[in-house]
Nanobody, 130 residues
Framework: QVQLVESGGGLVKPGGSLRLSCAASGRSVSNYPLGWFRQAPGKERELVATTRWTGGVAYSKHYADSVKGRFTISRDNAKNTLSLQMNSLRPEDTTVYYC????????????????????WGQGTQVTVSS
């Protein structure tokens, strides 16, 4: 069982930036998928970005179309942390952001489904408003 704690959320003006961090404890997540999700009121939780061990020497990164080119996901295996750099923020990015991990390795086609992740943080609020 892995525990996840998010931080870095806050209030920012449209066009501004925030950097979210997720600290994992309990076990190493170096070789397992990690992702950032968000959930707006009345909507299902959706994947924002995820990173996956390729089986080679690097991690692959995948982004929702709505954030591609604006957000960057990264991980620091030595510190067992996950980050999300968010640039060019828009009001529609406002919601609670959650980090999550999978206890099993996933193929690309499995990364987008929330049910494939079994450890979740409590969330951090991001508000983009003028």
């Amino acid at each position: 069982q892995v525990q996840l704690v998010e931080s870095g959320g806050g209030l920012v003006k449209p066009g501004g930036s925030l950097r979210l961090s997720c600290a994992a404890s309990g076990r190493s997540v170096s070789n397992y998928p990690l992702g950032w999700f968000r959930q707006a009121p009345g909507k299902e939780r959706e994947l924002v970005a995820t990173t996956r061990w390729t089986g080679g020497v690097a991690y692959s990164k995948h982004y929702a179309d709505s954030v591609k080119g604006r957000f960057t996901i990264s991980r620091d295996n030595a510190k067992n942390t996950l980050s999300l750099q968010m640039n060019s923020l828009r009001p529609e990015d406002t919601t609670v952001y959650y980090c999550a991990s999978s206890s099993t390795r996933l193929i690309v086609g499995e990364l987008w489904r929330t049910r494939n992740y079994d450890s979740w943080g409590q969330g951090t609020q991001v508000t983009v408003s003028s």
